[in-house]
């Protein structure tokens, strides 16, 4: 595709419910990225794949948070038990290599706001 | 907190003017990294610079790098409304991550 793809573009739910975010990345990217911002910061950084694995998931806030790639493309970002703090725009990003050398590809992000 | 620091917090200038953005971190770096982000969107990438690099431009870009001092800086040169943004500020930390900056707002008066 164009660019990287990220589904739905917003989101409303419930506190308690469980959530599925989508990414689509660039065709080509090995590694995606998977962030979180909240008004008026910058992108805070969550799970890190390289192909299919996770390389870095030091980012996730708990275990109600959690990521997978299972073909090393489309990637989900899956949150249980939704708190009204996980209020948030959360983007995705691919790139070609990864190792923190080559300039990241964004989404738009998903606007997640948990009533 | 994952986040360095970025000065100012915010910046208004008129159409023509330029605008300059500075960010400072406290760790080691092999690069750093300067995004745009207009309201509502993603980011976008503007520049990396690495750290054996003392300036690079692009354009009315120009991101100067001083590893001795641990701080970076973005110059707008010739401000145009159209540069109303958020500007971050990246640092790629030798491992997976980039780490972003809290952020410069923008604005540019037409």
């Known amino acids: 595709g164009a660019g990287v793809s990220q589904t739905p573009s917003n989101k409303v739910t419930e506190k308690g419910k469980y959530v599925e975010l989508r990414c689509d990345p660039i065709s080509g990217h090995t590694a995606l990225y998977w962030y979180r911002q909240s008004l008026g910061q910058g992108p805070e950084f969550l799970i890190y794949?390289?192909?299919?694995?996770?390389?870095?998931d030091s980012g996730l806030p708990n275990d109600r948070f959690f990521a997978v790639r299972p073909e090393g493309s489309v990637s989900t970002l899956k949150i249980q038990r939704t708190e009204r703090g996980d209020s948030a725009v959360y983007l995705c990003?691919?790139?070609?290599?990864?190792?923190?050398?080559?300039?990241?590809?964004f989404g738009n992000g998903t606007r997640l706001t948990v009533t | 907190s994952q986040q360095g620091e970025e000065d100012p917090q915010a910046l208004s200038i008129q159409e023509g003017e330029n605008a300059t953005m500075n960010c400072s971190y406290k760790t080691s770096i092999n690069n750093l990294q300067w995004y745009r982000q207009n309201s509502g969107r993603g980011l976008v990438h503007l520049i990396l610079i690495r750290s054996n690099e003392r300036e690079k431009h692009s354009g009315r870009l120009r991101v100067t790098l001083d590893t001795s001092k641990k701080s970076s800086s973005l110059l707008i040169t010739a401000s145009r409304a159209a540069d109303t943004a958020s500007y971050f500020c990246?640092?790629?930390?030798?491992?997976?991550?980039?780490?972003f900056g809290a952020g410069t707002r923008l604005f540019v008066k037409a």
């Open positions: 990246a640092r790629g930390d030798g491992g997976f991550k980039t780490i």
């Open positions: 794949f390289q192909g299919t694995g996770a390389a870095d």
């Open positions: 990003a691919s790139s070609l290599r990864g190792l923190g050398d080559s300039p990241l590809h």
